[in-house]
């Protein structure tokens, strides 16, 4: 089972910022959070993780919590074609766990 | 460089028949795994491999068989396809190394009839 908890959609207007909610109030401390999309019928594509502090690169910026137990992740300036599901993943960074998916969020941009 | 890429693109098969879907990353990763998407559904883990000769089981993987004899290749097979497994199939890997993203390929879509 995923170990997350997402909105399961939200909207925003084209060029405010999305702010994508998760919870994950077991996360435990070497587990980092992932955030990734998913565009249409793409394959997901990865955004950005972190473990305890902020992280930002081009895409987005990842705010986690000092209990470590929710994040968001903000899309600065959002556009159309960041319509998509966000996906909020935790998972060790041993590389020996799969990444589990939840249901994610469904993001919906609107001109 | 690839990346993740996933034959055929496409496949229609009838109840009872067999086939492999293949899948093969040129950026020597170490992880591999195989994902499902139903509509409006998320992903489920099917199986996975964490190296070559190395293979576990996901959350479904009733009714699949993987195999994993090189480090490029990680092949899905359906033993007996059954109208439950139509679906959209994805393929994905990353380095262990650096273990930050995924790489997804683009889907095989399979219908069963």
């Known amino acids: 089972d995923a170990k997350t908890t997402q909105p399961p959609s939200m909207d925003c207007a084209e060029g405010r910022a999305a702010n994508l909610p998760c919870n994950h109030s077991?996360?435990?401390?070497?587990?980092?959070v992932y955030w990734y999309r998913q565009i249409h019928s793409q394959g997901p594509q990865y955004i950005i993780h972190?473990?305890?502090n902020n992280e930002t690169n081009e895409m987005a910026s990842l705010i986690i919590t000092e209990d470590r137990k929710s994040s968001t992740l903000i899309l600065p300036h959002a556009t159309l074609r960041d319509t998509a599901v966000y996906y909020c993943?935790?998972?060790?960074?041993?590389?020996?766990?799969?990444?589990?998916f939840g249901k994610g969020t469904r993001l919906s941009v609107i001109a | 460089n690839a990346g993740v890429t996933q034959t055929p693109k496409f496949q229609v098969l009838k109840t009872g028949q067999s086939m492999t879907l293949q899948c093969a990353q040129d950026?020597?990763?170490?992880?591999m795994s195989w994902y499902r998407q139903d509509p409006g559904m998320g992903l489920r883990l099917i199986h996975y491999?964490?190296?070559?000769?190395?293979?576990d089981q996901g959350e479904v993987p009733n009714g699949y068989n993987v195999s994993r004899s090189t480090t490029e290749d990680f092949p899905l097979r359906l033993l007996s396809a059954a109208p439950s497994q139509t679906s959209v199939y994805f393929c994905?890997?990353?380095?262990?190394?650096?273990?930050?993203?995924?790489?997804f390929g683009s889907g095989t879509q399979l219908s069963v009839l």
């Open positions: 994905a890997s990353s380095s262990r190394q650096t273990n930050e993203k995924l790489f």
């Open positions: 077991t996360i435990s401390g070497n587990e980092y």
């Open positions: 972190g473990l305890k």
């Open positions: 993943i935790v998972r060790d960074y041993s590389g020996n766990t799969p990444l589990v």
């Open positions: 950026m020597n990763h170490e992880y």
């Open positions: 491999s964490v190296g070559a000769g190395i293979t």
